[in-house]
Every structure is written in C-alpha cells, then in structure tokens.
C-alpha cells in the first residue's frame, strides 16, 4: 500500500477537495469523499489520535447523509460521540448522541434512537446530570411514542436513580410513577407493584410524609397494587409512621421486604425514618379526633 494511501492526513485532504466545487469540479463526489473519510477515522482511531478521529467520524457521517444512508451516518454519529467522551467534550458527547438519535429515528428505528441517547445519558451522569436526565427522558418518550414501554423499564430506573443522588427526591418518585405506568400497559404487575413502592419510600425519605399517602391512596385504586405484597408492606410503613413507631419504620426498613428493589431505594429504606415522627402522629391523632366530632351515631 502506498504511503499516500494510508496516511490518513492525505486522505482526508484527497476527501475534502472531492466534497468541495471549482471550476473544474461542479459536482461533490460524496460517495468517493465518504469511503475516504471511513478509512481515515479507522486509521486515526487505531493510531489513537482521537481527536482528528473525531472529526473524521463526524465528516463520514455527514457524508453518509449525503448520500441518503442515515443507517451508516447515525453508526459514524455514534463514533463521533464515543471519541467525545474520550477527549471529555461534553457538548459535543449530548450534540452527537442526539443527532445519531434523530438519524435512526429517520429510518424507522426507535430502539437504536433511544440506545443512542441513552449512551450520552450514562455518559453524562457525572459531569453533567441535568443534560443526562434530559436525554433519559427524551430516551423513554421515544419508546412510549412507539409502544415499547418495556423496552425503557432500565432507563426509568436509571433516571430515578441519578435524580436520586442529586437529592431531587419528587422528580426520582414521578419517574418511578413514570415506570408503573408503563408496566401498567405491558401488563408487567411485579414491576408496576415495586414501582409504586419505591415512590412511596423516596416520599418518605424525603419526609413528606403526606405526599406519600397520596402517592399510596392513588396507587392503591389499581387492583394488581392492592392486592400485591408491596401494597401490604406499604400499609405497615405507613402505619408505623402514623403510630410515631420510629423503632417499628426501622424494622420494617431493615426487613427482607425490600430486597428486590433497586439498589438505590433499598438503601433508602434502610435509612428510614429521616425525620421526627410526632407531628406526623399529631396530625394522623388530630384527625381520627374531627372523625369523632363529627359522628353523630
């Protein structure tokens, strides 16, 4: 093989001047300029030159586009954005991942659309956790948009759980909400059943205990949650809490009812209660107290 031939430089100086119209060149050549710029993003990749890489992956993708491929051009895409995260260019990691999105999703291809933005969430979780959540809900919307909800059971669970290490509790119990929902629809009751659990523990860890009681009261009037193990251990916790019972929401929080939750929410429980319970139980005796006013019986 000639030097000139191999040496990526050169090939994507031979790629440029084909996509780029002269005098003597009306038309671009992006067929021969694709496979150019391919060969040269493998060679820089295998050098591990991942910046001019990069850009390689960048240009045969769009080359790809042009030549009416989005299948190969979201691929490259998706290159592009692993090589980003390499060089720590975490615009370019969220900018890349959504455009292979949009690239497979022009070919009718949702589960790789939502593959692709969940690779720059998980990316993202660390430097950049606002972006990431964005990019896992955007993941499960082009799921649910297709009627795949149990193709996005993992992305609820992860999107819960980095809004539960940014200690944004009501945001990581309405995407577990989100999860039970799904399975609602896929007819998935373990999963709908641990889902409405989990929310009802974050509530509590949180310490909003009232939220809680919604959260059980609403999710109670679906049959498949009221007649679930879940639901009971859910009635003992908030008993507890009501009674002021800190040493009882300890044992129920230690017990093996929550084993087979996610990781996340049964060390949450495990730190229950978070709070002081007697104005809980104030409030819970202050109510049982209208009650008997009010019967006339």
């Not at 038309?27 to 050098?47: G, H, M, V």
């Not at 070919?107 to 993202?124: I, M, N």
């Not at 995407?175 to 039970?180: E, N």
């Not at 730190?271 to 049982?288: C, F, M, S, V, W």
């Amino acid at each position: 093989m000639s030097s000139s031939s191999s040496d990526p430089d050169k090939l994507m100086t031979k790629a440029d001047k084909l996509t780029k119209l002269s005098f003597t060149r009306w038309n671009a050549d992006w067929k021969s300029a694709t496979s150019l710029y391919e060969q040269a993003a493998i060679a820089y990749r295998f050098r591990k030159d991942n910046e001019k890489a990069k850009d390689a992956f960048e240009k045969a993708s769009k080359g790809q586009e042009m030549i009416s491929s989005p299948w190969d051009a979201a691929k490259h895409m998706e290159s592009a954005a692993a090589l980003a995260k390499e060089l720590g260019r975490w615009n370019e990691v969220s900018d890349f991942y959504r455009r292979a999105s949009e690239l497979y999703r022009e070919c009718g291809r949702p589960q790789p659309a939502s593959d692709a933005l969940a690779k720059g969430a998980s990316a993202l979780e660390e430097k950049s956790p606002e972006e990431a959540i964005k990019m896992y809900d955007e993941a499960c919307s082009v799921l649910e948009e297709d009627g795949k909800e149990q193709m996005a059971f993992d992305l609820y669970r992860a999107a819960a759980a980095l809004y539960i290490k940014m200690e944004k509790y009501s945001d990581a119990a309405a995407f577990f909400l989100r999860l039970g929902s799904a399975a609602d629809k896929c007819n998935a009751i373990n999963s709908q059943c641990k889902a409405y659990l989990s929310a009802i523990i974050v509530y509590l860890y949180a310490h909003d205990f009232q939220q809680a009681q919604k959260c059980y009261n609403d999710c109670s009037e679906v049959q498949a949650f009221l007649n679930s193990d879940q639901n009971r251990c859910a009635t003992k916790l908030l008993s507890a809490y009501e009674e002021g019972d800190a040493e009882e929401v300890k044992r129920i929080g230690q017990s093996s009812a929550f084993n087979h939750l996610d990781h996340v929410v049964i060390r949450l429980a495990r730190k229950l209660p978070t709070g002081d319970l007697q104005a809980i139980k104030k409030a819970a005796d202050d109510g049982e107290d209208s009650l008997d006013e009010d019967d006339l019986t």
